[in-house]
C-alpha cells in the first residue's frame, strides 16, 4: 500500500489537523459551546439550539465524536453526548503549543 500525503507529517501536526478540522464549522462550534454551557445534552435538545434538522445535527455530533471531542451514552432512545474531560485538555494543550508560540515583528516581510 502506497504513503498517504498525511505520512509525511507528525503524528502531533496530523492530529491538531483533525481537531481544527471538527472546529471548522460553525454548527459544531455552537454544539461544543452549549454542551460546554450544560455539561451534558440529549442529542434532541441541540436541535432546539442549532437551527438544523435533527439529521444534520447528528451528522455533526459524529463528527465531533470522530475527534475525540465528545463522547455519548445511549440511553433508551436518545444519545446523550457530553465533552469529553481528558480530550478537552488535550485539545487544549495542542492549540497552546500552536498559538502560544511568539512572533516577532517582521524586519522587512512583506
Known sequence: MGVT????FTQEQNR???LAKALAHPARVAILQELLKRQACICGDL?????????TVSQHLKELKKAGLIQGT???TSVCYCIDPRAWQQT????????G???EAPGNCC
Open 5 to 8: 500525503k498525511t505520512d509525511n
Open 16 to 18: 491538531l489537523a483533525a
Open 47 to 55: 436541535v432546539e439550539v442549532v437551527p438544523l434538522a435533527q439529521a
Open 74 to 76: 445511549v440511553e433508551g
Open 92 to 99: 487544549k494543550a495542542v492549540f497552546q503549543q500552536l498559538f
Open 101 to 103: 508560540q511568539e512572533v
